[in-house]
């Protein structure tokens, strides 16, 4: 089965799973309330995204010229660069690092990038142990899952759920409370933490001028991550550029409104290399590999290119009615909602991914609340055009529409059935487009054009 014909299948089934459908709504609104709370702290918020929107535009403009930049400062605070063109260099940098250390166990805060390169996963093969130190990112891998969402990676479960979880791999209470839940988590991973020789994290932005990174989180276990073991490693899209560490002070709000409706994340970490040879703390090696995999596909897109400039707040997600019925899995890619759908037919496969940017109903809410102002309707649009261009029509649709054009394209034609066998093939037409869930259109027995035309010669 391809990718469209699950996806198809999959949004079926999760669209009247009625359950799933209030779990995401219950969380999703708990969100709603934070970032309407959110917004109302700045006085001209439109204003912010504005100055957010052209920043971001000006460094993907000049991504190259910013990359190397990023480049030779971070050397000369003693970081080790290294350029990964696709998953496969990425995760051989990484085993390389591992190996040469001896490394037995690895924590992780939260990244998505290492989902693209299925870290884990490559890592079990070698035999290092791979620990999610985020609470969401832990609860899913105990669960044996992938994240759900790019900021939320547990949003689909309960508490119920959790607790239920952490009884049957944890022996904790079965009807044990959020706080406690948090709580065993937080004492369960300390030891991980004392004993691992790598840790690994994303970037939420790369600092060219310093040759910094920027890490946003709300546990801790990002900081944890990045201090306790020897090795630090940075696995970063290329895409994450900003200019100086004077930008900060505007992307890190609006990543905390549009992420959690927060002033501010609680922990906002800014890494300028390893331990120097006065500190006594930190990793000893830090190594920042700066991911490709597919990103240059849609640099080279002049409209789509504009994704690029996404922070990863996740506020298209929760804004997206589409998302919001079908879930973070149907769409079976590490980005979903709006800006998966936009970015993965170029990250990954065109021709295979390209189904996800019809998943839209155009409504524009993920422009409107997007911190930097992309215009993700607009190249949804744009993906589908180049998907139609490409694609060759079945013969079978050709055959459908051409019928359907001639047929309504007089009255005449149209009654030339009686409304019984109108409602019958429309049943036929909209299963086949809409699926079984969705009601066909009803005809009366005889049109409004029949029922004139009797009326008249009364």
């Known amino acids: ?122 890592f079990e093969k070698i035999g290092v142990k791979s ?53 065993y988590a937080r004492k369960h991973l300390r030891k991980d933490f004392e004993e691992a020789e790598m840790g690994v994290t994303g970037a939420n932005f790369l600092i060219a001028k310093e040759g910094a990174i920027s890490l946003t989180e709300n546990e801790g276990n990002g900081l944890f991550s990045l201090s306790f073991p020897k090795i630090h490693v940075v696995i970063a899209g290329i895409e994450k550029i900003i200019p100086s560490i004077e930008d900060l002070d505007l992307f890190l709000p609006l990543l905390g409104c549009h992420g959690t409706g927060q002033q501010i994340s609680v922990y906002n970490s800014i890494v300028f290399g390893p331990r120097k040879n006065d500190e006594k703390n930190g990793p000893r ?36 009615p589409i998302y919001k019925n079908i879930g973070g899995y149907t769409y079976n890619t590490v980005y979903t ?52 261009e490409a694609t060759r ?4 649709e050709k055959v459908i529409f051409s019928g359907i054009s001639w047929l309504f394209g007089s009255s005449n034609r149209l009654d030339i059935v009686n409304g019984s066998v109108k409602t019958f093939f429309s049943k036929i037409i909209s299963n086949k487009i809409y699926g079984k869930k969705r009601a066909s259109q009803k005809f009366a027995k005889k049109s409004f054009r029949e029922e004139w035309g009797n009326s008249f010669y009364l």
């Not at 949004?11 to 219950?26: G, N, P, Q, V, W």
């Not at 590999?289 to 640099?299: A, E, H, S, V």
């Not at 922070?311 to 997600?317: E, H, N, T, Y």
């Not at 029509?393 to 079978?396: I, L």
């Open 131 to 183: 620990v999610e130190t985020d609470l969401g990112e832990f609860i899913v891998q105990t669960a044996g899952e992938k994240p759900y969402h790019i900021l939320t990676p547990a949003m689909h479960k309960s508490r119920k759920e959790v607790a239920e979880l952490f009884n049957q791999n944890f022996g904790t209470h079965k009807d044990a409370s959020a706080d406690e839940l948090a709580a």
């Open 393 to 396: 029509q079945p013969v079978s």
């Open 1 to 122: 089965m391809n990718n469209k014909k699950k996806f198809l299948k999959q949004s079926e089934k999760i669209a009247f799973d009625l359950k799933h459908r209030e779990t995401i709504r219950y969380n999703i609104s708990k969100y709603d309330a934070a970032f309407e709370i959110g917004k109302k702290r700045y006085q001209r918020l439109d204003f912010a995204k504005n100055d957010a929107s052209r920043i971001k535009r000006d460094a993907i403009r000049n991504l190259p010229f910013l990359l190397e930049t990023f480049e030779n400062s971070a050397v000369k605070n003693g970081i080790e660069v290294l350029w990964a063109k696709d998953s496969k260099e990425a995760i051989e940098y990484l085993k390389n690092i591992a190996l040469e250390a001896d490394v037995k166990t690895v924590v992780k805060s939260k990244s998505m990038t290492t989902e693209e390169i299925d870290f884990n996963e490559e």
């Open 337 to 388: 909602g709006p800006i998966g759908a936009v970015i993965m037919p170029h990250l990954a496969n065109f021709k295979e991914f390209n189904h996800l940017s019809f998943a839209c109903s155009l409504c524009g809410k993920c422009y409107e609340n997007c911190p930097v102002k992309i215009n993700l309707p607009k190249l949804l649009l744009e993906n589908r055009r180049e998907a139609i």
């Open 285 to 320: 090696r830090m190594t920042v590999i700066l991911l490709d995999n597919g990103r240059t596909n849609l640099y080279a897109k002049p409209v789509q290119s504009e994704a690029l400039t996404c922070i990863r707040c996740g506020a298209c997600l929760n804004n997206c």
